[in-house]
């Protein structure tokens, strides 16, 4: 009988294995057949070789996880507004739609679509808050894929604008909720910015997983230029992604041209060393809305010697102490210092009463220790103040 080896210490952990599929709209999957299509679930319907790829891939490749995420350059709420039409639409909601069939597809996987824009951290607001306020300000909606006609017929809550007219205020129904104010973004007609971001912010997210970063585009202008930069620059793949850049343009199944191994580190600091890419590519120190919206830039190009921005960039996040964290951790190291010293002998100054008061002000529970010291401390306090009534214990 072959035995079987239950110790977990020797049985191999399997790695987490994530899909990653990156999608172009315009062209890609908004193909012409798409745009001409009168059927109600147009998405699905017109990109069957699509639909059928990312299903087979996922079990040949044993994911335990799909994420959708946007590979177009409508990286902002603006960007969309300005691509969408009544042809056409929001790639946001065609992203959600998209993520709702394979879910139900793929059950069990866990399948969602990740929001993030590069929007979110030009704008220095937390990943996806643009395209969640997008969605959330559009209540009356008719279900993507309708064709024109249908619009004033159907309607649900999927966050599509019932208007067919998508270009014009007058148009949208009522906001229910304030004004937003969007992000921008600089628009990178490489996707160079968006392909590093999207695959560092992920790694960094999931570093022990597998994970497999599929891209598609449907310009050889796009696709082809990506395919040759990261050919010579493996290292600013992370170690731990695939990369798969495909081209899809509706009539057949997407074509691979190239896949690499990533051989470089994870950047965890990706939300900066985007803007220093930005930076780069305006030659400016500082970006700011003004400075990078309107504009057009080829970020591939504007870095230059992308060995030296190799060299340049910082990986590692910062770490920032807020008050309050900054407060706790002071509080912890006096508490455990009390416990092991003669807390009658303790000369009570002016900086430990400080401190004392920090302790109550954010209920530091640092250890049994430290609860047990700060008690005694407080025992302390009281006796000295037999002999010392002035002094003051009240919180600020």
């Not at 999931?206 to 796009?222: S, T």
């Amino acid at each position: 009988m072959t035995e079987v080896n239950l110790n977990p210490e020797t049985v191999p952990i399997k790695n987490k294995k994530i899909i990653v599929n990156s999608v172009d709209f315009d062209g890609c999957l908004f193909h012409a057949g798409y745009c001409y299509s009168e059927l109600k679930d147009r998405l699905i319907r017109t990109n069957p070789h699509f639909v059928d790829f990312i299903l087979e891939q996922s079990k040949q490749e044993a994911a335990d996880e799909i994420i959708f995420i946007v590979g177009s350059n409508r990286q902002s709420e603006e960007i969309d507004r300005n691509n969408s039409n009544w042809v056409k639409g929001s790639c946001f909601i065609a992203l959600e739609e998209l993520t709702k069939f394979f879910r139900e597809k793929l059950t069990p996987l866990s399948c969602f679509a990740n929001r993030y824009l590069l929007a979110d951290d030009y704008d220095n607001v937390p990943h996806g808050e643009n395209f969640s306020e997008f969605i959330k300000r559009y209540k009356k909606v008719a279900t993507p894929g309708l064709c024109p006609s249908d619009l004033e017929d159907e309607g649900e809550d999927l966050g599509v604008p019932v208007t067919p007219e998508y270009d014009s205020d007058d148009d949208l129904p009522p906001l229910p909720l304030p004004p937003y104010k969007y992000g921008q973004w600089l628009f990178d007609d490489s996707k160079i910015s968006i392909l590093y971001t999207q695959m560092h912010k992920l790694a960094s997210e999931n570093p022990n997983a597998e994970i497999v970063y599929n891209f598609y585009d449907d310009r050889w202008d796009i696709y082809q230029p990506l395919a040759d930069f990261f050919k010579k620059h493996p290292d600013l793949i992370p170690a731990n992604v695939k990369l798969n850049i495909y081209a899809y343009s509706g009539s057949k199944t997407p074509g691979n041209i190239i896949t690499l191994e990533g051989k470089g580190e994870i950047d965890f600091n990706y939300s900066n060393n985007l803007k220093l890419m930005a930076q780069k590519t305006l030659g400016v120190d500082q970006l700011s809305r003004k400075v990078i919206a309107y504009q057009s830039v080829n970020i591939m190009r504007g870095v230059g010697d992308w060995d030296v921005f190799k060299k340049e960039r910082v990986l590692t996040r910062p770490v920032l102490k807020t008050e309050n964290e900054a407060a706790i951790s002071t509080g912890i190291t006096v508490a455990n210092e009390v416990a092991v010293a003669n807390i009658e002998t303790v000369s009570l100054n002016s900086t430990s009463a400080s401190l004392l008061t920090q302790n109550s002000l954010f209920k530091v529970e640092a250890t049994a220790a430290a609860k047990v010291s700060n008690d005694a401390m407080l025992v302390s306090i009281e006796k000295q103040e037999e002999a010392s009534p002035a002094l003051n214990r009240s919180a600020p």
